[in-house]
């Protein structure tokens, strides 16, 4: 009896404490690559397994995309990646694109000082200067340990052989198909109807992808490439030059940094906005027990909600490209700024969007973006996310040298208090200027708990990363949810205008949406797009790696 009094306390203890979640994703041992296409996937994790390390893989898996998911992969536009070295260094890289330099404040802007329709969304005059060849140059100068050679290599041989049509793929070419046919003819070879099973090959962009291992960067910079650029971009009625692509330059930036509880968040800084938002929603979120709440319960719902509209009415006006803008990170980073913010806070009823504007402070991005992870052996990690903007960019594609054009100025303020095509309002922190970068809404993210890395997560989606990301992190760490169905949960968004919270189509019950309702929220009625696609890696208890690769999109979870 008296031995059944010791032990007993010992079971319960066992009983109560919390058990580790079990994981429902792909799981490996030592390295993975989550991406939008299992091809890219593949590519860069066999650049593991052949002793690169995660920056050479990221130098693969960012130009396979290119090839496997030209919706959003590319050479013509640009994106950011945070790292953290096994070491527990980390950094961001901002491979932006910019403004030409003949860009100016007013130049979508008609004779009466109203925005022309399309002018920044569509064809040659919406393409920003790409970043992205400079940022992956960039990312192999300072980190990478194989020869160029042996990662575009495998890269090139994908071009040349091609990349077989999805079911998902091909819906997507055929939903566009008349808008890329409109921009570039019905010559182009995206006029072509492409079926399920059917093989696209691309050998004009596996010439250019020659080009840049023979030369570097300058092999797209300079010379024969940029010359052909410039020239067929002009030619459709824009404005990037050979000056302008021979001066844009990457940026190494020191990322986001916040605690949320016992954990440590590495977010982008501007000209992402994704790291200064999701910091303003964890920390007014932090004072609550969401998880006691429960998972997409009302209560919970409302709390993120009610955080994200005052973080999205900062970020619409405060923030832009730091190299043009003070932006006064100290004091919307605040705990005495953010409790401010939320003191007006109830969940008796919402707080109107029309009742928040920015801060109080005193100082004189589409379901078209794509996002990777990646950890290698040795325990470096990648969280990368990289965009054209919209749906195939610009439309306009560059048959000479195999890929798509931007439609990246479309994310400056065309005119401050006019929405973009995301519904975000701009600012005055947001105009366009020459060599400028825009605003973006991308959140690439390394979180990390006890000291070690915890999860690696990012997600396409215009307005909607940041509030994708920030679910998928709360989903693993206040709802213990494994990997994989963090990232399969379903999701909901509010950015402060318009007014209203976005469900997807699967996974809220009418009586939820009702009980909202009933409290005063609006709830958007109608056929919802789906919400981000996450890419995310968490590292188990044990070290393994859980994938959790986005069932909404082809993503795919590769490794050993």
Same mark, same amino acid.
């Given at each position: 009896?008296?031995?059944?009094?010791?032990?007993?306390?010992?079971?319960?203890? !066992?009983?109560?404490?919390?058990?580790?979640? /079990?994981?429902?994703?792909?799981?490996?041992?030592?390295?993975?690559?989550?991406?939008?296409?299992?091809?890219?996937?593949?590519?860069?994790?066999?650049?593991?397994?052949?002793?690169?390390?995660?920056?050479?893989?990221?130098?693969?898996?960012?130009? $396979?995309?290119?090839?496997?998911?030209?919706?959003?992969?590319?050479?013509?536009?640009?994106?950011?990646? /945070?790292?953290?070295?096994?070491?527990?260094?980390?950094?961001?890289?901002?491979?932006? &694109?910019?403004?030409?330099?003949?860009?100016?404040?007013? *130049?979508?802007?008609?004779?009466?000082?109203?925005?022309?329709?399309?002018?920044?969304?569509?064809?040659? @005059?919406?393409?920003? /200067?790409?970043?992205?060849?400079?940022?992956?140059?960039?990312?192999?100068?300072?980190?990478?340990?194989?020869?160029?050679?042996?990662?575009?290599?495998?890269?090139?041989? !994908?071009?040349?052989?091609?990349?077989?049509?999805?079911?998902?793929?091909?819906?997507?070419?055929? #939903?566009?198909?008349?808008?890329?046919?409109?921009? #570039?003819?019905?010559? @182009?070879?995206?006029?072509?109807?492409?079926?399920?099973?059917?093989?696209?090959? =691309?050998?004009?962009?596996?010439?250019?992808?020659?080009?840049?291992?023979?030369? %570097?960067?300058?092999?797209?910079?300079?010379?024969?490439?940029?010359?052909?650029?410039?020239?067929?971009?002009?030619?459709?009625?824009?404005?990037?030059?050979?000056?302008?692509?021979?001066?844009?330059?990457?940026?190494?930036?020191?990322?986001?940094?916040?605690?949320?509880?016992?954990?440590?968040?590495?977010?982008?800084?501007?000209?992402?906005?994704?790291?200064?938002?999701?910091?303003?929603?964890?920390? *007014?979120?932090?004072?609550?027990?969401?998880?006691? =709440?429960?998972?997409?319960?009302?209560?919970?719902?409302?709390?993120?909600?009610?955080?994200?509209?005052?973080?999205?009415?900062?970020?619409?006006?405060?923030? %832009?490209?730091?190299?043009?803008?003070?932006?006064? !990170?100290?004091?919307?980073?605040?705990?005495? =700024?953010?409790?401010?913010? *939320?003191?007006?806070?109830?969940?008796?009823?919402?707080?109107?969007?029309?009742?928040?504007?920015?801060?109080?402070?005193?100082?004189?991005?589409?379901?078209?973006?794509?996002?990777?992870?990646?950890?290698?052996?040795?325990?470096?990690?990648?969280?990368?996310?990289?965009?054209?903007?919209?749906? =195939?960019?610009?439309?306009?594609?560059?048959?000479?040298?195999?890929?798509? !054009?931007?439609?990246? *100025?479309?994310?400056?303020?065309?005119?401050?208090?006019?929405?973009?095509?995301?519904?975000?309002?701009?600012?005055?922190?947001?105009?366009?200027?020459?060599?400028?970068?825009?605003?973006?809404?991308?959140?690439?993210?390394?979180?990390?708990?006890?000291? +070690?890395?915890?999860?690696?997560?990012?997600?396409?989606?215009?307005?909607?990363?940041?509030?994708?990301?920030?679910?998928?992190?709360?989903?693993?760490?206040?709802?213990?949810?494994?990997?994989?169905?963090?990232? #399969?949960?379903?999701?909901?968004?509010?950015?402060?205008?318009?007014?209203?919270?976005?469900?997807?189509? &699967?996974?809220?019950?009418?009586?939820?949406?009702?009980?909202? %309702?009933?409290?005063?929220?609006?709830?958007?009625?109608?056929?919802?797009?789906?919400?981000?696609?996450?890419?995310?890696? +968490?590292?188990? &208890? #044990? %070290?393994?790696?859980?994938?959790?690769?986005?069932?909404?999109?082809?993503? $795919?979870?590769?490794?050993?």
């Amino acid at each position: 009896m008296r031995r059944l009094i010791l032990v007993l306390p010992f079971v319960l203890f !066992l009983h109560c404490k919390k058990q580790p979640t /079990v994981p429902t994703g792909i799981v490996t041992e030592k390295a993975m690559v989550v991406s939008a296409r299992e091809e890219a996937s593949k590519i860069g994790s066999k650049i593991m397994e052949n002793g690169g390390n995660a920056f050479d893989a990221m130098v693969a898996t960012e130009l $396979a995309l290119a090839v496997a998911y030209p919706f959003a992969g590319n050479l013509g536009g640009g994106g950011f990646i /945070v790292y953290r070295q096994s070491n527990g260094d980390i950094g961001g890289l901002d491979y932006r &694109e910019k403004a030409p330099l003949s860009a100016h404040k007013d *130049m979508y802007l008609d004779s009466l000082g109203n925005v022309i329709p399309n002018m920044s969304i569509v064809g040659a @005059t919406a393409v920003g /200067v790409p970043g992205t060849v400079a940022g992956v140059m960039e990312v192999h100068k300072r980190f990478g340990s194989l020869p160029l050679s042996d990662i575009l290599n495998p890269v090139i041989a !994908l071009a040349k052989k091609g990349v077989v049509v999805t079911d998902k793929q091909a819906k997507r070419l055929e #939903n566009y198909r008349e808008r890329i046919i409109a921009v #570039n003819s019905d010559s @182009t070879k995206f006029a072509a109807n492409f079926k399920v099973g059917d093989t696209i090959k =691309y050998p004009q962009l596996a010439e250019t992808l020659g080009k840049i291992l023979q030369q %570097g960067r300058d092999g797209f910079y300079k010379g024969e490439v940029a010359l052909k650029l410039a020239s067929f971009i002009q030619e459709n009625g824009g404005f990037v030059t050979e000056e302008d692509l021979e001066k844009y330059e990457a940026k190494w930036r020191q990322p986001v940094v916040f605690k949320y509880k016992d954990l440590q968040i590495i977010s982008m800084s501007p000209p992402s906005s994704g790291g200064v938002t999701i910091n303003q929603i964890f920390k *007014m979120i932090e004072p609550y027990n969401i998880s006691r =709440y429960g998972h997409n319960s009302t209560k919970a719902i409302q709390l993120f909600t009610e955080a994200a509209r005052r973080a999205y009415a900062d970020r619409n006006y405060f923030l %832009g490209d730091p190299d043009f803008v003070d932006i006064p !990170l100290d004091v919307l980073l605040s705990d005495s =700024y953010l409790e401010e913010r *939320m003191e007006n806070f109830s969940f008796k009823n919402p707080t109107l969007s029309s009742e928040v504007s920015h801060g109080n402070i005193e100082i004189v991005e589409s379901d078209e973006t794509t996002h990777y992870s990646i950890v290698d052996a040795q325990g470096n990690a990648i969280s990368a996310t990289t965009t054209l903007n919209g749906g =195939y960019g610009s439309k306009l594609y560059c048959e000479e040298l195999g890929f798509f !054009l931007n439609n990246e *100025m479309d994310d400056f303020s065309a005119k401050p208090g006019i929405p973009n095509m995301f519904g975000l309002i701009g600012a005055e922190a947001n105009s366009i200027a020459p060599e400028k970068r825009m605003l973006s809404s991308m959140t690439p993210t390394i979180v990390e708990k006890d000291g +070690k890395l915890f999860m690696v997560v990012g997600t396409p989606g215009g307005s909607t990363i940041i509030t994708a990301v920030a679910q998928t992190i709360l989903n693993v760490y206040e709802f213990d949810l494994s990997m994989q169905e963090a990232v #399969n949960a379903p999701r909901f968004h509010h950015q402060w205008l318009p007014d209203v919270i976005t469900f997807e189509e &699967e996974g809220f019950s009418p009586a939820l949406k009702s009980e909202l %309702g009933d409290i005063g929220y609006q709830i958007y009625e109608g056929k919802n797009r789906i919400i981000g696609k996450v890419d995310a890696i +968490k590292v188990l &208890e #044990n %070290g393994k790696l859980e994938g959790g690769a986005d069932k909404r999109g082809d993503d $795919a979870a590769v490794g050993f």
